[in-house]
């Protein structure tokens, strides 16, 4: 009902800086939380940042906090994840998901999922 699209993984080198998007369609309006989510190899998918379509509140896992910045454009149905001063221990696969109920941004909460975008730090 709901298909999230990430793009804008890839190769960067520690330091750098990479944004990620999620162009979302179908039921987009019943969703009311957006969020990603990474997992690296051999590790559990935890949380990285997550906004609302109706609420300008961000939350960030405080792995990232500082240095990630998620932000929406709720006319585009479109999330981003700015990822600055990137570190290795950011290499991982990149998932968008939306949930349709408002609740703590946990791998439980969200409903749909994108297929992941890969980011690569380089060291």
């Known amino acids: 009902q709901v298909q999230l699209v990430e793009t804008g993984g890839g190769l960067v080198p520690a330091g750098g800086s990479l944004r990620l998007s999620c162009a979302a369609s179908g039921r987009t309006f019943d969703t009311q939380v957006m969020a990603w989510f990474r997992q690296a190899p051999g590790k559990e998918r935890e949380f990285v940042a997550g906004c609302y379509w109706s609420d300008t509140t961000t939350n960030y896992s405080n792995s990232v906090k500082g240095r990630f910045t998620i932000s929406r454009d709720n006319a585009k149905a479109t999330v981003y994840l700015q990822m600055n001063s990137l570190k290795p221990e950011d290499t991982a696969v990149y998932y968008c998901?939306?949930?349709?109920?408002?609740?703590?941004?946990?791998?439980?909460?969200?409903?749909?999922w994108g297929k992941g975008t890969k980011v690569t730090v380089s060291s």
């Open positions: 998901a939306a949930g349709r109920i408002i609740a703590t941004m946990s791998r439980e909460a969200m409903n749909y």
